[in-house]
């Protein structure tokens, strides 16, 4: 069974940084692209960024680009983002697809998912 678990989280101010973990069990995970998704209250989720597991080929939401960076070792997925804007608050989830698709940044593209981790920013 695969499980995705996500690390990292909290309370910071604009301007501030957080690195995000993503931790995957049940799996061998480095075969499978991996994404970051953020959900804020009364929203729909919404993609942030993904990586892909064959050649690490990273992708971005416009909102989070330029001061985002998505990465992945064997073990975690990770998601670094600076320059917090109290717009970036929202429930962030990892989540792992196990084929290959042609997009990343749609909820379908994906087979599992993990709780999710809070993220406030605040002014």
């Given amino acids: 069974q695969v499980q995705l678990k996500e690390s990292g989280g909290g309370l910071a101010q604009t301007g501030g940084s957080l690195l995000l973990s993503c931790a995957c069990s049940g799996v061998t995970f480095n075969t499978f692209d991996m994404g970051w998704f953020r959900q804020a209250p009364g929203k729909e989720r919404e993609f942030v960024a993904a990586i892909r597991w064959s050649e690490h080929r990273t ?3 416009d909102s989070v680009k330029g001061r985002s ?6 073990i975690k997925a990770y998601l670094q983002m600076n320059s917090l804007k109290v717009d970036d608050t929202a429930v962030y989830y990892c989540a792992a ?11 379908d593209d994906y087979d599992f998912w993990g709780q999710g981790t809070q993220v406030t920013v605040s002014s």
């Fill in 97 to 107: 697809s196990k084929f290959y698709r042609e997009s990343v940044d749609r909820r």
């Fill in 59 to 61: 992708y971005y939401a």
């Fill in 69 to 74: 960076a998505v990465s992945r070792d064997n």
